[in-house]
Antibody, heavy 117, light 110 residues
């Protein structure tokens, strides 16, 4: 059974940093592209970042480029999102998702990030 | 990276069919056959319902179908059921390993 479990969310002040993790199981993580997608409270889904299977290719939404870094450790079956210089508008539920056929397919349950003073 | 355009809400009675549109540009929806649709209940993670414009993952009822014409993709739900009441989002590959979502559509079953 495919499982994605996000962790690392919490309350952080504006300008602060946070690192999210996504533990994967039930599929060959090292062969899978992965995504981070976020959803602000009461708002829609927004694609944040993508990483290919060996981590050599990473892409970002304009809104987070230069502040967020996606990475992965295929020996630990874990995806990461390092978030720096956080803003109030980064407040959201952050989901990791496995890519299949150029689509985020299976999603974790999310981890909530709140940026507030 | 502009969001795809979806109607904010649609509604239908049980047994009827409803169609949700998703309009983009030739750089995303119109340029690739990588459009997907997601169902999301309040407080829950999204669930993939359609990928590659019209393909259904195993376990998704065949009442759900997808199509595309030009820069607009569509999700049709036939034989509407009460359990279909949820938010629906489209997503398209936009090239260069960038993806874009629609703003979401709230489906109400009357």
């Amino acid at each position: 059974e495919v499982q994605l479990v996000e962790s690392g969310g919490g309350l952080v002040q504006p300008g602060g940093s946070l690192r999210l993790s996504c533990a994967a199981s039930g599929f060959t993580f090292s062969n899978s592209w992965m995504h981070w997608v976020r959803q602000a409270p009461g708002k829609g889904l927004v694609w944040v970042s993508h990483i290919n299977s060996d981590g050599s290719t990473t892409t970002y939404a304009d809104s987070v480029k230069g502040r967020f870094t996606i990475s992965r450790d295929n020996t630990k079956n874990t995806l990461y999102l390092q978030m720096n210089t956080l803003r109030v508008e980064d407040t959201a539920m952050y989901y990791c998702a496995r890519d299949e056929a150029y689509s985020p397919s299976y999603w974790g349950q999310g981890t909530l990030v709140t940026v507030s003073s | 990276q502009s969001a795809l355009t979806q109607p904010r809400s649609v509604s239908g009675s049980p047994g009827q069919s409803v169609t949700i549109s998703c309009t983009g540009t030739s750089s995303d929806v119109g340029g690739y056959n990588h459009v997907s649709w997601y169902q999301q209940y309040p407080g829950k993670a999204p669930k993939l319902m359609i990928y590659a414009v019209s393909q259904r993952p195993s376990g998704v009822p065949d009442r759900f179908s997808g199509s595309k014409s030009g820069n607009t993709a569509s999700l049709t739900i036939s034989g509407l059921q009460a359990e279909d009441e949820a938010d629906y989002y489209c997503c398209s590959y936009a090239g260069s390993y960038i993806w874009v979502f629609g703003g979401g559509t709230k489906l109400t079953v009357l």
